[in-house]
């Protein structure tokens, strides 16, 4: 059966409208700016190839460039959504530039047919291979499957882009975009093959990344962000174990918001709420990296200091409450204080919950002695 060209075309573009009709109700509309990005890509280039269809009948200046805008576009949000997948990417600004570029020379150059096709193709095949490398080197951990898929599709589509460009530049073998060359054919029908695997590969990443959400709010506390009580103690387990084997010290803290209850019932929950976000946040910055912070409920809050002694975490309270205090009068309008209690682990100690349970009787001592003390267990 022979091969139409604009057939292929507008089926593909039949079924880019589908997909983008589609995705928001596959994904829901608690999604990240990646899926958005990604939703977007797919409906632009639904218009561009709906536009490049319809420019062979009318408007054909208006509506070739609008496509070749659209499909500039739709790579660029490709790009940005792969920029939250997989952290920072390469070559940005250049991307970025070749996507204003693209339709702007294809208009200015319009009357001149080899100037206009060989500008818009090769710069297009230029922008496919940025986003393909954007697929590479991830910062954050990606599976490499749907990346290596995405990687091939895009590639395939650049090279037969380049191979277009070429064919309407330095020959007379591609009068049009709907003429029946091999070389477009086939173009038509890798297409149409690499929207099926690029949109599976797309909705893998979407997928990790939702599943990666749900992984994070088991183990966060929504409101401050810190891990809540059940990750502190699978990963605080896990430190103690760490430091217990290789004789480091270690040291505990139980944090107690002083008088939490007064703050809610006389300045309301709102402010009970910032000031629960303004303490966890204090105490990031007060932290190193190793340490582990955890809200372990209401107004409390665990530490755990690795390569840390009793006077070090005595440095570390006072660091954090002169903080506390010059912070919450600031974004508070009032002064906040707490109350803590110190533990160290005895030699090759392994268990979490004494250790705790030491710092959470001394954090009761400090309350009993008047508040905005720290008390370090016997």
């Not at 490049?52 to 200046?61: K, R, V």
């Not at 064919?167 to 009068?175: E, H, I, R, S, V």
């Not at 966060?220 to 004789?247: E, I, K, V």
């Not at 190193?288 to 690795?306: A, H, K, Q, W, Y």
């Amino acid at each position: 059966m022979p091969l139409d060209f604009l057939t292929l075309m507008t089926v593909m573009a039949a079924n880019l409208f589908m997909i983008s009709a589609a995705l928001p109700l596959i994904m829901g509309r608690d999604v990240g700016r990646a899926a958005r990005n990604m939703q977007a890509s797919m409906l632009l280039q639904a218009v561009a190839w709906a536009a490049i269809i319809a420019s062979s009948s009318l408007w054909d200046q208006t509506l070739s460039t609008l496509s070749i805008a659209c499909n500039a576009a739709a790579q660029w949000m490709l790009y940005r959504a792969l920029e939250e997948w997989l952290g920072p990417r390469p070559l940005r600004r250049v991307l970025l530039a070749l996507v204003i570029a693209a339709p702007l020379g294809y208009t200015l150059g319009f009357g001149h047919y080899a100037w206009r096709v060989g500008w818009a193709n090769f710069l297009m095949a230029a922008i496919l291979c940025i986003v393909a490398r954007a697929t590479l080197a991830p910062v954050v951990a990606s599976n490499l499957r749907w990346r290596s898929l995405l990687l091939g599709c895009l590639l395939t589509s650049a090279a037969f882009t380049l191979a277009r460009g070429m064919l309407g530049a330095f020959t007379d073998q591609y009068p049009s975009f709907r003429t029946p060359h091999p070389v477009n054919l086939a173009a038509a029908m890798a297409t149409n093959v690499s929207l099926v695997l690029g949109t599976v590969a797309l909705l893998v990443a979407w997928r990790a990344e939702a599943e990666q959400k749900l992984r994070t709010l088991a183990m966060t506390d929504g409101l401050t962000g810190l891990l809540n009580q059940r990750s502190f103690a699978q990963q605080g387990t896990s430190l103690l174990a760490h430091a217990a084997r290789h004789q480091l010290p270690v040291t505990a803290l139980m944090l107690d918001v002083d008088h939490f209850k007064q703050i809610n019932d006389t300045r309301g929950h709102e402010a009970g709420d910032r000031a629960l976000q303004l303490f966890a946040r204090l105490l990031g910055d007060t932290c190193r990296s190793g340490d582990l912070i955890g809200r372990l409920g209401g107004e409390e809050f665990g530490v755990l200091l690795l390569h840390n002694s009793a006077p070090a975490g005595m440095a570390f309270d006072r660091r954090l409450r002169r903080r506390l205090h010059a912070a919450s009068v600031a974004e508070l309008g009032f002064a906040l204080d707490y109350s803590a209690g110190l533990a160290t682990p005895e030699l090759g100690e392994t268990d979490l919950a004494a250790l705790m349970a030491r710092a959470d009787r001394a954090l009761y001592e400090a309350k009993a002695a008047g508040r905005g003390r720290l008390v370090a267990a016997s």
